[in-house]
């Protein structure tokens, strides 16, 4: 039992590069959400899926797409990377209702854009 | 509008000393949780507690303590005697429990506790 699993763990990307960090959990929630960490600003939501099949945009969805694979499966893709998406993200999971809304987070992934 | 607010960025204190760390948050719900999360250095997030809205009791875990207060909005944060394996970043965060944000968890901005040996 994994949890959330997160790849890459760090990436070095060149701005107008993509790329996709893939999250997965097997603890069958239904929910699962991105967060960006900045220093100083605590973590946002990016975009978050309430159920298979759903997406919905959070606070800072601007540079981001995201995909629901799956009920195991959120992926988040940069399409054009800027200097500006440097961060570390999140994944989570939760299960709601029925958790009392508690959120399982992945380990992150660090991601530089020069 | 939801918001939480963690005021104190930084603490600094000295081994055995206490410390509180304060969070205040803002809701329209009736019906919400409230969360600590600990970042130590290695980076990852780990849970330390969960208050719903309807249980104000205090809740004591070893040297952890947590006082609600709904009058004052408030959801502090007591380290008993701290330790250096206590230096971390410390996160407040609300989830409401119903309508369009559902699930969705707010966080402050974090304070980053320092204990000194």
């Known amino acids: 039992n994994a949890g959330v699993t997160q790849t890459p763990k760090f990436q070095v990307l060149k701005t107008g590069q993509s790329m996709t960090l893939q999250c997965a959990q097997d603890?069958?929630?239904?929910?699962m959400y991105w967060y960006r960490q900045d220093p100083g600003m605590g973590l946002r939501l990016i975009y978050y899926?309430?159920?298979?099949?759903?997406?919905d945009k959070g606070e800072v969805p601007n540079g981001y797409n995201v995909s629901r694979l799956n009920k195991r499966e959120f992926s988040l893709r940069l399409e054009s990377a800027a200097p500006s998406q440097t961060s570390v993200y999140f994944c989570?999971?939760?299960?709601?209702?029925?958790?009392?809304?508690?959120?399982?987070f992945g380990p992150g992934t660090r991601l530089t854009v020069t | 509008a939801q918001k939480v607010t963690q005021a104190q960025t930084e603490i600094s204190v000295v081994e055995k000393e206490d410390v509180t760390l304060d969070c205040v948050y803002e809701?329209?719900?009736?019906?919400?949780?409230l969360f600590w999360y600990k970042q130590p250095p290695s980076g990852e997030l780990v849970f330390l507690i969960r208050r719903n809205s309807f249980d104000e009791q205090n809740e004591i875990s070893g040297r952890y303590s947590w006082n609600f207060q709904k009058s004052t909005s408030s959801f502090n944060f007591t380290i008993t005697a701290s330790q250096v394996v206590d230096s971390a970043v410390y996160f407040c965060?609300?989830?409401?429990?119903?309508?369009?944000?559902?699930?969705?968890?707010?966080f402050g901005r974090g304070t980053q506790l320092t204990v000194w040996p």
């Open positions: 603890m069958n929630h239904n929910s």
């Open positions: 989570a999971s939760s299960e709601v209702p029925q958790s009392s809304y508690e959120q399982y």
């Open positions: 809701t329209r719900d009736t019906t919400y949780y």
């Open positions: 899926s309430a159920s298979e099949g759903t997406t």
């Open positions: 965060a609300l989830s409401e429990a119903s309508g369009s944000t559902l699930g969705r968890l707010y």
